[in-house]
């Protein structure tokens, strides 16, 4: 399972990922309006959404984040060097966070402080703000890696690693005819089965 939920107020995006396998699920940087929505989802759909992940300090998503806790009793997974107090669960460079059926590696910057994290699954990572290009840890991904932002760039959420790195014109041109055969674009009010 996979959904995306655009917030036309602030501009940013949130992500429900789920597996049929565990029926379990989890949010990347939820945001109050879409809660709604992704718990009558899970509740429908019979998953138990297990964790609020996020990727930096953004005032909209530390606030739904506490309010899964609150309510759901979904953990919040947070930067190691983010935030101090609570009952979180930090997470910094080469962290493991497991879902029945997926594995999230978060990736940070090695040696730097941490404050901001993004968590890779299968083909995509999932990023906050920042430029891709910047952070180290991104850069050992297969150039495909689709890349999904909460806060757009370029007037979009959605990128592809190699692109965003400015990988070759043979890159850019495999991706571009991806796109013509079909590959799936996401709209802010669709989702991605």
């Not at 979904?74 to 962290?95: I, K, Q």
């Not at 906050?128 to 959420?157: C, F, H, K, M, W």
């Not at 965003?164 to 989702?191: D, F």
Request: proline share 4%; aromatic share 8%.
């Amino acid at each position: 399972m996979f959904q995306v939920h655009f917030r036309s107020d602030t501009g940013t995006y949130s992500y429900l990922v789920g597996t049929d396998r565990g029926h379990e699920a989890l949010v990347i940087d939820p945001t109050e309006d879409c809660l709604e929505a992704y718990t009558k989802l899970c509740d429908r759909l019979g998953f138990r959404l297990r964790y609020a992940l996020e990727t930096g300090v953004v005032a909209a998503s530390v606030k739904a984040g506490v309010r899964l806790e609150d309510q759901w009793g979904c953990r919040r997974v947070v930067p190691c060097d983010a935030f101090r107090a609570g009952d979180l669960l930090r997470v910094g460079h080469e962290d493991r966070l497991q879902i029945v059926g997926l594995g999230f590696e978060v990736i940070g910057r090695p040696g730097h402080v941490q404050r901001t994290v993004s968590y890779s699954v299968e083909d995509r990572v999932f990023v906050g703000a920042g430029e891709v290009r910047d952070d180290p840890g991104l850069q050992v991904l297969p150039v495909d890696t689709l890349v999904y932002r909460s806060i757009p760039r370029r007037g979009t959420n959605l990128g592809l690693l190699g692109l965003e790195l400015g990988s070759s014109s043979r890159e850019r041109a495999r991706w571009r005819a991806a796109q013509r055969l079909g590959a799936p674009v996401l709209h802010p009010l669709h989702g991605l089965a």
